[in-house]
C-alpha cells in the first residue's frame, strides 16, 4: 500500500463549533506508523518529557476510504472508537481529513492532517 510507512505531522487545521485553528506543529513531533494491517501514532514536545500522547490499532483502507480503530489508548472515552477518514498520498506527502466525533469525550471536529514520508 502507498500508505505504509512512518510519517511525520507538518500541518493540522481543525474546524470546531465554525471557527478554523491550525496547530502548531512547530513544537512538537507527531509520528503515525503504518504497516500491512495495523497503525501507531506518538507526539511529544521537542523540549522536555511533557505532553506524551500515543496510540495504535487497525485499520481498513478501500479506495480512498480510511477506518481506524483505535484500540490502544490511555483515554477511555476514545478506546475502540472507530474513526473514518478521507486519505490521500501525493507523492512523499499522506494527506488525511475527516470527521472526529465521539459524543462521551465531547469531541466534534473536522481535521485536515498533512504528513511527510521520513522513511524513504
Do not use: P
Amino acid at each position: 500500500y502507498a500508505i505504509e510507512g512512518t510519517w511525520k505531522m507538518v500541518y493540522t487545521e481543525i474546524i470546531e463549533n465554525d471557527s478554523l485553528k491550525l496547530k502548531d506543529v512547530s513544537n512538537t513531533t507527531f509520528i503515525k506508523i503504518i504497516n500491512e494491517t495495523h497503525f501507531s501514532f506518538f507526539n511529544q514536545e521537542n523540549t522536555g518529557n511533557q505532553n506524551f500522547y500515543s496510540g495504535a490499532g487497525t485499520y481498513l483502507l478501500k479506495g480512498s476510504n480510511y477506518k481506524e480503530t483505535l484500540t490502544f489508548t490511555s483515554s477511555e472515552e476514545i478506546k475502540n472508537h472507530q474513526f473514518s477518514f478521507q486519505i490521500e498520498v501525493k507523492g512523499d506527502t499522506l494527506i488525511q481529513s475527516g470527521i472526529e466525533k465521539i459524543e462521551a469525550a465531547g469531541i466534534n471536529r473536522q481535521i485536515v492532517e498533512k504528513y511527510i514520508k521520513i522513511n524513504k
